[in-house]
């Protein structure tokens, strides 16, 4: 972020530590992305500010995403107040204790079932209340078209842009081909949370203590959301240990039986889809990665995992 930025940012900070009577000792910075700033206000709170891009979209979108899952149950932070300095808007939420997903010790010892069906089962109830913004529907022929259409169009402009030879230029030619060779009419399509993924999902021993980061809420393949290897993306697992876990999470979320077996087909396509989704809202730090002159990245060692399983579970 440039210096005119950080100003207005620490002059938000201080004005609610001060009309909330928080030591400005106790702040601490937890999260310094492209688009926002986080902060540790005490024991009790966190300060978001969303400093670049549609901000006040941004922070309405989150806002309503929260109270909308809570209404439903969903373990998410409390929204205590909200507001806009310097051209800043701001959310302050509770502060929920516990480890993301990425650090549970849980997640591959013997509990590991019990709590991805506590993720299948949160985000049964987090697509409940989004379900207020939008009624879910089977998707029709012309918006399944134009959902392809325009994902392709996002692959085909970054292939433009990359050498080929490259371990990203590869991995999205392969996600291109698995939405070329599909037929996403009749899946299943409404508001997602958008991220629903390990460092966003807070847990505690075999619980789900809450969900954060709701900014990113969208339509798209409800069904997407539930692929254990977009939840869990930075965790290898052994083929048994993927089968067991994500039949684990289809009982959390209540999906019945007779749906389970299209689910799985379209897998490697819901898997494609978050890939190249995940790639492409970063695009400017993948585009830099691929232009580097080592054959293996570990940045992209999430790339060539995510890959393999797109591959066994790819429709052709």
Known sequence: MKRVEIERANKVLNSVLYARSIDSRTCTLITAGTLNLVYRLGEDHILKLYILGEVMDRRDIEMSGFNLASSHGAAVPLVLAAGCESSVPWLLTSLVGGKDLRHSAYLKGVASKQLVYELGRELKKIHKGLNTLRKPSKLSA????????????????????????????????????????????????????????????????????????????????????????????????????TECLQSAILDGYGLPEEYRSDFFKAKGLYQAINLIESLLSHKNYWTKLAFCTTSVNEALDRLSYIFKNINKNSIT
């Open 142 to 241: 012309e918006t399944a078209e134009a959902l392809s259409d325009r994902l392709l169009a996002l692959v085909n402009e970054t292939l433009f842009e990359i050498p080929r030879e490259t371990a990203l230029a590869r991995t999205l030619r392969e996600a291109r081909t698995i939405i070329e060779n599909s037929d996403m009419e009749g899946l299943d399509y409404g508001i997602l949370h958008g991220d629903y993924q390990d460092k966003n999902i807070v847990t505690s021993s075999t619980t789900v203590r809450a969900v954060l980061d709701f900014e990113n809420i969208r339509p798209g393949l409800r069904h997407q959301e539930l692929v254990l290897e977009n939840i869990a993306c930075y965790i290898g697992f052994s083929s048994s240990q």
